[in-house]
């Protein structure tokens, strides 16, 4: 199974400060067809996961622009380029390249300081 | 507005099964591969399984194979994840979720397995 590893586990931020997030794969997530199939979700307090990013860097629709993916092979980052108050959460990456089974990092929280 | 929405969970013994549903609306579900993906109180998210759009083809987390069955019927945009020999550590909520094209989440349902 691919192992998704991201860093920092907690990540305390100032308002209106940038954040960033690692997530490494144990192998390169580039598929067959050319596409990485690397996701970034994020789940607020008490709420339901929601995909950020699919494939990198594409954002969904409804994403801020302060998210952005970016990144290749084994090595990706988020980026959250101003935090502010509604960024507080868990940030997850996944990778949908080699599965059975798809596979989610540990988790980031994130926090205001 | 493109929705899911879980049921079916609830406290059981070991060993009991249980039979969680998802409903979608909004979109065209039979054209949609769908997920459960589960989460254990205070702990991340692990993927649990797939089906296709037609459900030709299925695909299980080994924490869950030969115990779980995933299946959809798509004349009543239903997904289901039939959950037998429960165990303890197979408590958590329990998400339906839609990745292809629109991402969409359900808002879980809990399943508890204790005696």
């Known amino acids: 199974d691919v192992v998704m590893t991201q860093s920092p586990l907690s990540l305390p931020v100032t308002l209106g400060q940038p954040a960033s997030i690692s997530c490494r794969s144990s192998?390169?997530?580039?598929?067959?067809?050319?596409?990485?199939?690397l996701n970034w979700f994020q789940q607020r307090p008490g709420q339901s996961p929601r995909r950020l990013i699919y494939k990198v860097s594409n954002r969904d629709s409804g994403v801020p622009d302060r998210f952005s993916g970016s990144g290749s092979g084994t090595d990706f980052t988020l980026k959250i380029s101003r935090v502010e108050a509604e960024d507080v959460g868990v940030y997850y990456c996944m990778q949908g390249t080699h599965w059975p089974p798809m596979t989610f990092g540990q988790g980031t929280k994130v926090e205001i300081k | 507005q493109v929705q899911l929405v879980e049921s079916g969970g609830g406290v059981v013994q070991p060993g009991r099964s249980l039979r969680l549903s998802c409903a979608a609306s909004g979109f065209t579900f039979s054209s949609y591969g769908m997920h459960w993906v589960r989460q254990a109180p205070g702990k991340g998210l692990e993927w649990v399984a797939v089906i296709w759009y037609d459900g030709s083809n299925k695909y299980y987390a080994d924490s869950v194979k030969g115990r779980f069955t995933i299946s959809r019927d798509n004349s009543k945009n239903t997904l289901y994840l039939q959950m037998n020999s429960l165990r303890a550590e197979d408590t958590a909520v329990y998400y339906c979720?839609?990745?292809?094209?629109?991402?969409?989440w359900g808002q879980g349902t809990t399943v508890t397995v204790s005696s």
């Open positions: 192998q390169s997530l580039v598929y067959s067809d050319g596409n990485t199939y």
């Open positions: 979720a839609k990745w292809d094209g629109t991402a969409v």
